[in-house]
């Protein structure tokens, strides 16, 4: 069962902007923290930004200025504005989120990711 599904990557020159979502399915419950992680090819998967339920903010520094994560009215919901976008910004980004299922201990699940390239 597909229980985080992102949206919103695809192709974009330099400079250009790019809004990924994230939407958490009712399956999860009490979502505290979410995350977007950036995955470029050959390299570890790092955070790019992170909120919780309160709405406290933290950024990659690679991303601080240019990027903005929220979450939606609805809280399943998650997004990620990308603007002054940069080739180094390329990867698949993957969406994280910390829940719980309706029985068991909180776990942390992923997206299965969306590519987004940026050309020079």
């Known amino acids: 069962q597909v229980q985080l599904v992102e949206s919103g990557g695809g192709l974009v020159e330099a400079g250009g902007s790019l809004r990924l979502a994230c939407a958490a399915s009712?399956?999860?419950?009490?979502?505290?923290?979410m995350r977007w992680y950036r995955q470029a090819a050959g390299k570890q998967r790092d955070l790019v930004a992170l909120?919780?339920?309160?709405?406290?903010?933290t950024y990659a520094d690679s991303v601080k200025g240019r990027f903005t994560i929220s979450r939606g009215i609805a809280k399943n919901l998650m997004f990620l504005q990308m603007t002054n976008l940069k080739p180094e910004d390329t990867g698949v980004y993957y969406c994280?989120?910390?829940?719980?299922?309706?029985?068991?201990?909180?776990?942390?699940?992923w997206g299965q990711g969306t590519q987004v390239t940026v050309s020079s």
């Open positions: 009712d399956t999860i419950y009490n979502i505290n923290a």
């Open positions: 994280n989120v910390d829940g719980w299922p309706l029985l068991g201990p909180m776990s942390s699940y």
């Open positions: 909120i919780t339920s309160t709405g406290s903010t």
